[in-house]
């Protein structure tokens, strides 16, 4: 009876060691790629790290996994303030790879960039309503209402 109970509390403490991500950050390793390419674009912000932040913040929002299959809280609104920014429209026009550019059907990032901003702001509110405190006067002063 004693040798079950340890058996027991050992494959309990064993079956609680998986870790199952609730979202979907980049990747599945032990540092994410968001965390990577954040750190990378604050610390050293170049004009290949911010089309490659573009380009993840895209793949995490069309293809949102983890556990509950939604995009991961403050991703919408960060993406989103990143599209407002004309350095953000400016670099990707003249700095995106191909590949990069395949992911956007319109080619006129200047004005593309900023309503699929605005559009992503919404949904931060939208999916996350204790958001829409902050966001709300963001996205007032960002276009201008």
Not at 10 to 39: D, V
Not at 60 to 68: A, E, Q
Not at 114 to 139: A, H, N, T
Request: glycine share 6%.
């Amino acid at each position: 009876m004693k040798y079950i109970f340890k058996i027991l509390v050992i494959a309990l403490a064993i079956s609680s060691c998986s870790n199952p991500r609730l979202y979907y950050w980049g990747s599945n390793g032990e540092t994410t790629k968001y965390e990577e390419l954040t750190y990378q674009n604050y610390d050293k912000q170049t004009t290949e790290s911010i089309c490659e932040l573009v380009c993840l913040y895209e793949d995490m929002v069309s293809h949102p996994g983890g556990k509950r299959g939604v995009v991961p809280p403050g991703i919408y609104a960060e993406y989103g303030y990143l599209l407002f920014l004309p350095s953000t429209a400016e670099a990707f026009e003249k700095h995106a790879t191909k590949r990069q550019r395949k992911l956007f059907a319109n080619s006129d990032y200047s004005t593309y960039f900023p309503q699929k901003g605005e559009e992503m702001l919404k949904k931060e509110m939208e999916l996350y309503p204790e958001s829409k405190k902050f966001i709300e006067p963001l996205l007032n002063r960002l276009t201008g209402n």
